[in-house]
């Protein structure tokens, strides 16, 4: 017939707790990712007391969106000498166009677009550069973005 009540220690800051069901709850933003360790959830009925074992929480980044990349096959090379043996593509992409850090390679002249997934939420940044047989590679392309909502 006693009333419990609930306490929680170690909670990060984005979440709520109830302390008189023991709930503990909320929606972590993107800025919230990380992993926060030692909750410890506490019950009373004001003359004993027991705690949960101490839980952790991760907030992870979901991927939430895709780009298609797509563009026309070049037929000459820098120097304006035709491309005979054209080989296959790299699409270069990041969160910086300055940065374009991930790549991919695509081998194969007939391709002229691609999906890429996984894409988590901000502004991309794509280039595309052509490679030969030789592996000889192209200057890249001007470089396009879209935002992942």
């Known amino acids: 017939g006693q009333t419990l009540t609930f306490r929680v ?3 990060p800051g984005w979440a709520t707790f109830n302390s008189a069901t023991g709930k503990l709850s909320g929606t972590p933003g993107a ?3 990380g992993l926060t360790e030692g909750i410890v959830i506490t019950v009373s009925d004001g003359t004993a007391s027991a705690s949960l074992p101490a839980f952790s929480l991760a907030v992870v980044q ?3 969106g895709s780009a298609t990349v797509s563009w026309l096959p070049p ?3 820098t120097d304006g000498s035709a ?3 054209l080989a296959g ?3 270069r992409f990041g969160t910086s166009a300055t940065a374009l850090n991930q790549v991919i390679t695509l081998n ?3 391709l002229t677009s691609y999906v890429i997934e996984g894409l988590t939420t901000g502004k991309w940044y794509f280039g595309i550069s052509a490679f030969d047989a030789a592996g000889i590679e192209s200057d890249m392309s001007n470089v396009g973005s879209k935002t992942i909502p």
């Open 62 to 64: 979901v991927a939430t």
């Open 89 to 91: 593509y790299h699409i």
């Open 108 to 110: 194969g002249s007939g």
């Open 31 to 33: 800025g919230n990712v």
């Open 83 to 85: 491309l005979t043996n």
């Open 75 to 77: 037929t000459q090379r």
């Open 9 to 11: 220690t170690g909670a």
